[in-house]
Nanobody
Framework: QVQLVESGGGLVQPGGSLKLSCAVSGTIFMINPTGWYRQAPGRQRELVARIASGGSTDYADSAKGRFTISRDNAKNTTFLQMNGLKFEDTAVYYC???????????????WGQGIQVTVSS
């Protein structure tokens, strides 16, 4: 059973930093790509950043220059370093990945349970 478990969220003041982690457990053949989405109250879930196994990255315009996504392939863990946090970054952040457990034929989409990030003074 594949699980994505997020950690590192919480309350931070504007301008502060947080680092989110997403650990994938279970039987894994391949993870590609993996990323972070977020959903604020009353808004649709949106992509924040994603990273391929080879290291190529893609960021939402709102995240460029402030957030950095990275991954440790050996530990099946993805990170999101968030700097210069703003009020509008407040949301539930979800880890997301396409994972194959036994072969590329069973690649499927997986989500974490979500973790709250609140930016407030």
């Amino acid at each position: 059973q594949v699980q994505l478990v997020e950690s590192g969220g919480g309350l931070v003041q504007p301008g502060g930093s947080l680092k989110l982690s997403c650990a994938v457990s279970g039987t894994i053949f391949m993870i590609n790509p993996t990323g972070w989405y977020r959903q604020a109250p009353g808004r649709q879930r949106e992509l924040v950043a994603r990273i391929a196994s080879g290291g190529s990255t893609d960021y939402a315009d709102s995240a460029k220059g402030r957030f950095t996504i990275s991954r440790d392939n050996a530990k099946n863990t993805t990170f999101l370093q968030m700097n210069g946090l703003k009020f509008e970054d407040t949301a539930v952040y979800y880890c997301h990945a396409y994972i194959a457990t036994m072969s590329l034929d069973d690649m499927a989409e997986y989500w974490g349970q979500g973790i709250q990030v609140t930016v407030s003074s």
